[in-house]
T-cell receptor
Framework: TQLLEQSPQFLSIQEGENLTVYCNSS?????LQWYRQEPGEGPVLLVT?????EVKKLKRLTFQFGDARKDSSLHITAAQPGDTGLYLC?????????FGKGTLLTVNP | GAVVSQHPSWVICKSGTSVKIECRSL??????MFWYRQFPKQSLMLMAT?????????EQGVEKDKFLINHASLTLSTLTVTSAHPEDSSFYIC?????????FGPGTRLTVL
């Protein structure tokens, strides 16, 4: 089983702060996806990274895929309360997703 | 993006009863849908792949006789939790693929008393 380890598990910060969350594995992935899930809702896809070393930006969110395609990070700049949620990384195999345990982010106003 | 709905959004039932959860793709057809389960403060775990017109395929450790899946049309898959017990209480989420991207339903919160 190709496990995805996410860290930190919990993160509580103040509005305006920056943060980085990580997704690591011992296995190489052809691609990696990041999702955000709000309480009581299904996950929503944020980004898919495919190429080693790839960096993608989505407004204040910056996603990076490691050169060896074994790890990824999500950096949020100037976090806002609306960023609060569970951030999940996942690998896909024929559209069957295996998720990491997630990072629960709370941004306090 | 594509829209996936689930019904009901929450359900409370007595132990031993069966509960049916519906997953619909509202604006597209989905030959394949997926069912996930999420326990409190945990991640999503894939339960099964629902295939239109054929039997569902279940992940290891998921009882196919307990979690009955029917995918009778290109827009509807149902998950029936049979003889539910308190340990089946969870958040059940379905998803469908459209345009190479997976879209999730809003989930169904099942509480078994």
């Amino acid at each position: 089983t190709q496990l995805l380890e996410q860290s930190p598990q919990f993160l509580s910060i103040q509005e305006g702060e920056n943060l980085t969350v990580y997704c690591n594995s011992s296995s190489v992935f052809s691609s990696l996806q990041w999702y955000r899930q709000e309480p009581g809702e299904g996950p929503v896809l944020l980004v898919t990274v495919v190429t080693g070393g790839e960096v993608k930006k989505l407004k204040r969110l910056t996603f990076q895929f490691g050169d060896a395609r074994k790890d990824s990070s999500l950096h949020i700049t100037a976090a806002q309360p609306g960023d609060t949620g569970l951030y999940l990384c996942a690998r896909s195999s024929n559209y069957k997703l295996t998720f990491g345990k997630g990072t629960l982010l709370t941004v306090n106003p | 993006g594509a829209v996936v709905s689930q019904h009901p959004s929450w359900v409370i039932c007595k132990s031993g009863t069966s509960v049916k959860i519906e997953c619909r793709s509202l604006d597209f057809q989905a030959t394949t849908m997926f069912w996930y389960r999420q326990f409190p403060k945990q991640s999503l775990m894939l339960m099964a792949t629902s295939n239109e017109g054929s039997k569902a395929t279940y992940e290891q450790g998921v009882e196919k006789d307990k979690f009955l899946i029917n995918h009778a049309s290109l827009t509807l898959s149902t998950l029936t939790v049979t003889s539910a017990h308190p340990e089946d209480s969870s958040f059940y989420i379905c998803s469908a693929v459209q345009g190479g991207e997976q879209f999730f339903g809003p989930g169904t919160r099942l509480t078994v008393l």
